[in-house]
Each structure stands twice: as C-alpha cells, then as structure tokens.
RNA sequence: GCCCUCGUAGCUCAGGUGGAUAGAGCACCGGCCUCCGAAGCCGGUUGCACAGGUUCGAGUCCUGUCGAGGGCACCA
C-alpha cells in the first residue's frame, strides 16, 4: 500500500512539472511514516515541507498542487487532507485494509520477512567468551542480542552466519591451566600452592576431577610444563563444551567457532603481520613492533609484536578479522561487552592499514549487565570467584524470559537485572502478556471448534464484515510488522521487534474485551476469526524472531 | 587528564534514522467476569539533566557544562 500510494505522489508530482506549477530539477520519492497520532491518517508525507525550498513555494501551497492532482480513481485512498504546516495525511478504504488483511495471511509465516538484504553475505560473530570459565548474566545478553540480530538479518534477507572466536591462546589460558593443576594436585593429594591470578571459582576443581578421571594421577609426577599443558587444553575444552551445551540450551547455535589458537598456528597470525608490515603503519620502537592506529584516529598506538618476539593479542585480533574478510564476507558485526569498546578504533584502524573498508566492520556493544537482588548489587567477576552463571538465572527464570528481559532495552543502554524481582515476577510480566495473548487466540479457536464453526477460506467476502475502527486499527498494526523488521535489521536493534510484538498484542486484549469473535453472526464470526488468526501469526513470527516461544496454551 | 556509551514519569525503559498534543510497564487508588482463558481490560498524577547552536520544525543532529557507567598495558 504504500508503495502504492508512493506511485500516486510521484505520478501528481510530474503533472504538476508538467503543468507548469512546480519547477523541479528532479522528483523526489515521497517519504511516507505512520503518524503518531491516528486523528493524522494512516500514513504522513512531509514532502510538501521539503519541497518549499527546492520549489520556492509555500509548503501548503505545494499540498494543495500534489492533492488536486493525485488520482482518485482507485479505490485505495479514502481521505487526503492537508494539515498543520503543510504535512499531507493519507487514510487507506477499508477495502484496501481487508485487501491487505488477506495479504497478510498469505503470505503466512513470510510476513515480516524482506529481501532488502539481498543475499549479501553477513557475519555476526557473537559471545566469544574465553573458556576460562562458565558464562555469566553478562555474556548472556549478549548471546541473546547477537542470536536475535542474526535471525532479523536473515529474515531480511542477509545470508547470516553466526560465529563464536575463542580465545584459546594467550596468558588467560596458561592461568587457567595453571589453576587447573593446582587443583589436580591438591586431589591427588600432592603439595601445591595455587597461582596468585588464578581462577578461584568451584569449577576450576569440577575440571581438575574431571582429568584425573580421565588420566589418573599421571600428570602429578609429569614435568610441571607438560601437565599444565594438559590441563590447559583439557580445562579449555571442557568449558568450551560446557559454553556450548549452555547456548544451547538457550536456544543460541554458531555456525563456527574460531580458534585463536589455531590462527596462530596455521600461520594466518603471522601472515597478516608480515602484511601489515609491508604498509608503513609498522614501526620499531624499543624492540616492539607498533602498529601507528593514531594515523587512523586511535587515541594511541599500539603493540603488534612484543620485544621479546610474542605476537600480541591484537595481533590475532587484526588477523582474525582480516580472515573475515577474505572468508568472503560483505558485513561484518560483532557484538562486544563495553568494555571492551577501546578496541573498536584499533582493529578499524588495523583493517583500513590493509586497505579493507572498515566501514564494512561494525561492532555493537552491549552494554555491562548490573545485576541486583532487591535493589542490593551483586558483585560479580571471576576473578573475585562470585557470580551469578547463565544457567543459573535461565534455570530460575526461564529462557523465554530472560531473553525478553534481555531485549526489552537497546544494546547500549545499561540494564539492571534484579534478581528477586525476575523471580518473583515470573507469574506476572511482559513475555506472559505477549504469549497470553497468543493462546486466548488459539483458545477462541478451540472455542469456535466446540462450537461447531466451519471455517472459511480467507477470501475479500470473508473479510467484508470486518470495518469497525479497532478492527481497521489492527490490521493496521499487523501491516507495520514487515517495517519494523527492516528497521530492526537496518538499525542492528532487535529491541524493536520486542516492543512491536507488546504493542500488537496489547492491542489484541484491548480488542478482545470488547469484542467476542465466536457470536450468533456467522458472518462476523468468520471475519474475526480470519482476524485474530492473522493476529495469532504475526505475534507467533516476532516471538521466535527473538528466540521467544508462542505456545498455544499456558 | 583523554576516549566510549548513556542522561526521558517515583522506579525500569521505549520514542521507527529531524515531524504535529513525548509513550509503555511496575508501583499507588478506583472500577470490570451468568459471556471466546481476569496471566486480561477501563479510568486517575508527574517528565525530555542544563545552556547555546543548526532550520520551516530538535527528546532525536552539533558545541559546551553537570551527572552515571565503562575504557585508557609490550594483559586477554
């Protein structure tokens, strides 16, 4: 419809060039939105506003050319009016609503998806925890903002692959094997003093049980570099794996996982160093190799090789994503905690050194989780050894919770999860309200079975008995879905599908107490029928879009 | 000190790439089930941190001040 109505604007737009009334060097494309206030039309155009310069014409006066000439023939437009300071508000017929109605349910669970992605292949490269230890709430909204970032970029139209980088290279390795046997020597009962930056937390002796189930007490007697070795790789692996079922779990999959450590060894860290070397943004300075990312808007420069000849982690980190690039990808996204935004100048500046377009690099950083538990903060980090895992709070709450809590705000705002209060509020909030409304639809139709009601083919006669204001008014809501997607897509905020989904079914309640579906009527009985189910589909595609269940009874 | 993100109702947060009279939820008070599930609906009070600028028009863009959180390693 709004293309539709784009056409019809232009078309007026020409005749009124061609009459002579308007000078343009060229037509623009309308811009159409969705007023705010529903007294303004189904749809607004401000191009009368932004034609008064070009056309050195009052905005009214504009309103007035492009309204005298716009075709009436059609039966799409109900009513046109100028209004305020020159603003152009359109309200579709009813017949176009209905028309779009059965659109809608036709198109069935590709309502809401689009092609504006066209194919192009995107990267969302997402959680990335060291597996040093188990997930936190943190990670989690992550996982949960980059899994429901990839399934909107697919629903418009991107060729997604989601990606986990483990950093299994590096110095937090080496504590975590460290930690790990010094653990397994306390259970085999030999002496051992336990690292000062070590990982403290329960799990580190879980991991240490676990391999000398594996292995026995061979590693107690072992040279200390080769158990530590050992413990390294078996602690990585297993945690890697607990990650992984953890994700799972949650409904979170990846396409790949990349090791860091495997980048070091396969020679791409290396090759992307002596690449870089070869553009003049290397230089030496104390024995270290420097990369000037100043040149490149970084606050400083930074080190690539360490004096002693050690890659830095940068280092894998600008191989890493150059190999993103040479893995064929047009976008790239990575959704990172905020702190580690400092990174996000260097590795630009690294990729642009290599002379790849680091516009096509893009990071979204989810802001840092404040976790509380009656309003009292909750100190978290491995470090300290206290925190609150993942599972835990997917256990107590749900997952369908605790991913719309997670993206009931934008990325970048900071969030505080309460404890107590999610709890607590498990019998009584937002995601209940939204599956709610799904199963009393499923219910109006276990209802119209009871009853015996034969259920139509959709078709334009079907839909006749619907023309009251809230039936109109929700077909108009349905009819924002597919934008809101695009815009959730173009904008990388999945947040918006997750309040789009409350305001669609609250408006399904409001509807539903004042109006039964299942009447005397049959002929208004199968129009709202033919309705809530388009309802019933919508809110069920923007639920799993996020990753959220739509059952049909609760 | 420099940099990043943010500052909207008592609290937690939206505000669709600059539009018309800024919205939800929670909390508080009062109503609504002989009728498709009351996990619902209806009614009631308050707000864009501050000061400039850009233009037909700013919560939205720019600058500064104040405030919150985070980052500023030859750590990962």
Known sequence: MKDALRDLISQALEKACADGVLSLERVPVAHLEVPR??????????????????????????????????????????????????????????????????????????????????????????????????????????????????????????????????????????MLGQSVYARYLELCGRASEFPDEGYPGDYVIDVAKALRERDGDKWADAPEGEAVDAARSFGGDLLLERIRVDLAEFGIEFDC?????????????????????????????????????????????????????????????????????????????????????????????????????????????????????????????????????????????????ARFFFLMRKADAQLEFDLELARRQTAENPVFYVQYAHTRIAGIFRQAEAKGVVLLEPSLGVAAALGNEDEIALIRTLNEFPEVVEGAAAAYEPHRVVFYVQRLAGEFHRFYTRHKCVTDDADLTAGRLLLVQAVKQVIGRALRLVGVSAPDRM
């Open 37 to 174: 206030d529903p007294t303004h039309g189904d749809l607004a155009s401000n191009i009368a506003m932004s034609l008064a310069k070009p056309a050195k014409m009052a905005p009214r006066a504009i309103a007035e050319v492009i309204c005298e000439r716009l075709d009436r023939s059609t039966d799409l437009l109900r009513d046109v009016e100028i209004a305020g300071p020159g603003f152009i508000n359109f309200s579709f017929s009813d017949d176009a609503w209905r028309g779009r109605l059965l659109e809608i349910i036709s198109a069935g669970d590709d309502f809401g998806s689009s092609r504006v992605g066209e194919g192009r292949r995107v990267q969302v490269e997402f959680v990335s925890a060291n597996p040093t230890g188990p997930l936190h709430i943190g990670h989690g909204r992550g996982a949960v903002v980059g899994d429901a970032l990839a399934r909107v970029l697919a629903a418009s139209g991107y060729d997604v692959d989601r990606e986990y980088y483990v950093n299994d290279a590096g110095r937090q390795m080496e």
């Open 257 to 401: 996982f990349t090791s860091e450590k495997a980048l070091r060894e396969d020679g791409t860290v290396s090759a992307a160093t002596e690449e870089l070397k070869k553009t003049q943004h290397l230089y030496e300075h104390e024995g270290a190799l420097w990369f000037r990312s100043t040149g490149f808007g970084d606050d400083k420069d930074r080190t690539v090789v360490k004096s002693n000849g050690d890659l830095t982690y940068f280092a894998s980190d600008i191989a890493y994503h150059r190999s993103k690039f040479t893995r064929g990808y047009d976008e790239i996204i990575d959704v990172w905690g905020a702190d580690h935004h400092g990174y996000v100048k260097r590795v630009g500046a690294a990729l642009e050194a290599l002379g790849l377009d680091s516009k096509r690099f893009r990071v979204l950083l989810v802001q840092i989780v404040n976790l509380t538990r009656d309003g009292e903060p909750v100190r978290m980090g491995k470090r300290t050894g206290e925190f609150v895992e993942l599972r835990q709070v997917v256990d107590e709450v749900g997952p369908d919770l």
